[in-house]
């Protein structure tokens, strides 16, 4: 069972949208601000932590942050209309400029000691690098993005994204780059699409934007 359902209203705030996605920890959902507009929550899967247990847990929203905003946390919320009310912490993120760069030069230092570690979680990332596309703000959507594909590689929905802010950027070379390892790794199926999700109608979109992309960058398109 999720610990939140779509449609859910949390502390009269945030209306959740759909599940994107989890970890060992916590659950990744896309959520509405009354105000403020779409967000990422993620929510803790532990219940019944007290306050200092709970701030032990936002290590990753404090890096986070960097690239977002300050964080939001609420310490109490009622899970779902089918669990009982449980103390769970959760964070949301949303979006204010610089950062990026210090988390990839963070992430580098990771780096060095262990090839293989992660700092933030691709999904949550992602979602700010869109948020910033959205509001226009393409160059700093860019930065966001090129971390992202620095984390995760392999991930064609990294690459994905990347080539449409290139692309909405005029950056046509890059654009095509990035499209053509995305395709790559889809047709490879050696790796996931993505670190948070592989299903086949995910692969499908992803696909259909890069190849949507590719026929843009075509000449005399």
Same mark, same amino acid.
């Given at each position: 069972?999720?610990?939140?359902?779509?449609?859910?209203?949390?502390?009269?705030?945030?209306?959740?949208?759909?599940?994107?996605?989890?970890?060992?920890?916590?659950?990744?959902?896309?959520?509405?601000?009354?105000? &403020?507009?779409?967000?990422?929550?993620?929510?803790?899967?532990?219940?019944?932590?007290?306050?200092?247990?709970?701030?032990?847990?936002? $290590?990753?929203?404090?890096?986070?942050?960097?690239?977002?905003?300050?964080?939001?946390?609420?310490?109490?919320?009622?899970?779902?209309?089918?669990?009982?009310?449980?103390?769970?912490?959760?964070?949301?993120?949303?979006?204010?400029?610089?950062?990026?760069?210090?988390?990839?030069?963070?992430?580098?230092?990771?780096?060095?000691?262990?090839?293989?570690?992660?700092?933030?979680?691709?999904?949550?990332?992602?979602?700010?690098?869109?948020?910033?596309?959205?509001?226009?703000?393409?160059?700093?959507?860019?930065?966001?993005?090129?971390?992202?594909?620095?984390?995760?590689?392999?991930?064609?929905?990294?690459?994905?994204?990347?080539? $449409?802010?290139?692309?909405?950027?005029?950056?046509?070379?890059?654009?095509?780059?990035?499209?053509?390892?995305? &395709?790559?790794?889809?047709?490879?199926?050696?790796?996931?699409?993505?670190?948070?999700?592989?299903?086949?109608?995910?692969?499908?979109?992803?696909?259909?934007?890069?190849?949507?992309? &590719?026929?843009? &960058?075509?000449?005399?398109?």
């Amino acid at each position: 069972m999720r610990l939140l359902e779509e449609g859910q209203t949390v502390r009269d705030t945030y209306e959740v949208e759909r599940f994107l996605g989890e970890g060992a920890f916590a659950e990744v959902y896309r959520v509405k601000h009354r105000f &403020l507009g779409r967000q990422a929550m993620k929510v803790f899967k532990r219940v019944g932590m007290n306050l200092e247990e709970i701030h032990e847990m936002l $290590g990753e929203a404090i890096l986070l942050s960097r690239i977002g905003t300050p964080i939001l946390c609420v310490y109490s919320m009622q899970m779902s209309s089918k669990r009982r009310r449980a103390t769970c912490g959760y964070f949301t993120m949303e979006n204010i400029p610089g950062g990026a760069v210090q988390v990839a030069q963070r992430l580098a230092e990771a780096r060095r000691k262990d090839p293989q570690v992660q700092l933030f979680p691709e999904i949550t990332a992602s979602i700010v690098g869109q948020d910033f596309m959205r509001e226009g703000d393409v160059k700093y959507g860019i930065e966001v993005f090129k971390l992202v594909a620095v984390a995760y590689p392999d991930s064609a929905d990294a690459n994905d994204n990347l080539a $449409g802010a290139y692309l909405k950027d005029g950056q046509k070379d890059l654009a095509k780059q990035h499209a053509e390892k995305a &395709l790559a790794i889809l047709d490879s199926h050696k790796v996931p699409a993505s670190s948070w999700t592989d299903t086949d109608e995910y692969r499908g979109e992803i696909r259909r934007d890069t190849e949507k992309i &590719l026929k843009q &960058l075509a000449p005399g398109s």
